[in-house]
Nanobody, 126 residues
Framework: QVQLQESGPGLVKPSQTLSLTCTVS??????????WSWFRQPPGKDRQWIGS???????YYAPSFLGRTVIARDTAKNQYTLQLGSVTPEDTAVYYC??????????????????WGQGTQVTVSS
């Protein structure tokens, strides 16, 4: 059974870059037909899709995050990462990594995901 675990700093200063890593165990991020994604849930708001990287290495981003977000992978470590630049306090949220099979209908549809990390709190504050 695949397991996902987020890791990274819990506190980031405004204007800096938020960097998180998702470590995957029980399955390879480069074999099998899956999409590996990042979501976040700000306080009092719905969980929102940030972006994904496919088994092929192709990346996809939500329009509101395009331009300041990079999702990359390290197949040797079986990890994928999120970098979100120019953060503000509005980027404070619980960040999640998740996996969706190729049969998914939409990358931003939560119910299409079959595995989730437990989430990690990131606070943007000086």
């Amino acid at each position: 059974q695949v397991q996902l675990q987020e890791s990274g700093p819990g506190l980031v200063k405004p204007s800096q870059t938020l960097s998180l890593t998702c470590t995957v165990s029980g399955g390879s991020i480069s074999t099998g037909y899956y999409y590996w994604s990042w979501f976040r849930q700000p306080p009092g708001k719905d969980r929102q899709w940030i972006g994904s990287i496919a088994y092929s290495g192709t990346d996809y981003y939500a329009p509101s995050f395009l331009g300041r977000t990079v999702i990359a992978r390290d197949t040797a470590k079986n990890q994928y990462t999120l970098q979100l630049g120019s953060v503000t306090p509005e980027d404070t949220a619980v960040y999640y990594c998740a996996r969706a099979p190729i049969t998914m209908t939409a990358l931003d549809r939560l119910t299409d995901y079959d595995s989730w990390g437990q989430g990690t709190q990131v606070t943007v504050s000086s």
